[in-house]
């Protein structure tokens, strides 16, 4: 099943994750470090050391999903940290999976007029 991306929370998991884990291991990740319920029906992603290799579990109203999506060549643009990035939307994982750096994007800047 392909999820409804415009009706569910996106969730990156910054830094590493050991690639070797498939779906139980993958949703422990996702209730005890991230402090979230993977059958929530979110989208949960995770990248491998060498950010060559993506995976995303998904719960489907009866079990999960796992994708994962490995480069040939290149590396996907990844947070290391918590402040960096804890959810994303819709267009933002588009431009990841593009590979488009959107963490280290110009910030907008809002000047206020002294008076």
């Known amino acids: 099943m392909i999820p409804d991306l415009s009706s569910i ?7 590493a994750t050991d690639m070797r884990k498939q779906v139980n291991g993958l949703s422990i990740i996702t ?4 402090e979230l319920h993977p059958g929530s029906g979110n989208l949960f992603l995770f990248c491998s050391r060498d950010r060559k290799l993506i995976k995303c579990i998904f719960w489907d109203r ?3 999903c796992l994708w994962q999506k490995r480069l040939e060549k290149g590396k996907y643009p990844w947070p290391e940290t918590e ?3 804890r959810h ?3 267009d933002q994982l588009k431009m990841l999976l593009d590979g488009i750096d959107f963490w280290h ?3 907008t800047l ?4 002294i008076t």
């Open 9 to 15: 929370q996106i969730y990156v998991r910054p830094g």
């Open 31 to 34: 209730e005890e470090e991230m």
């Open 62 to 64: 009866n079990g999960f």
């Open 83 to 85: 402040e960096q990035a």
């Open 88 to 90: 994303i939307s819709q």
């Open 105 to 107: 994007a110009h910030q």
């Open 110 to 113: 809002c000047y206020e007029e």
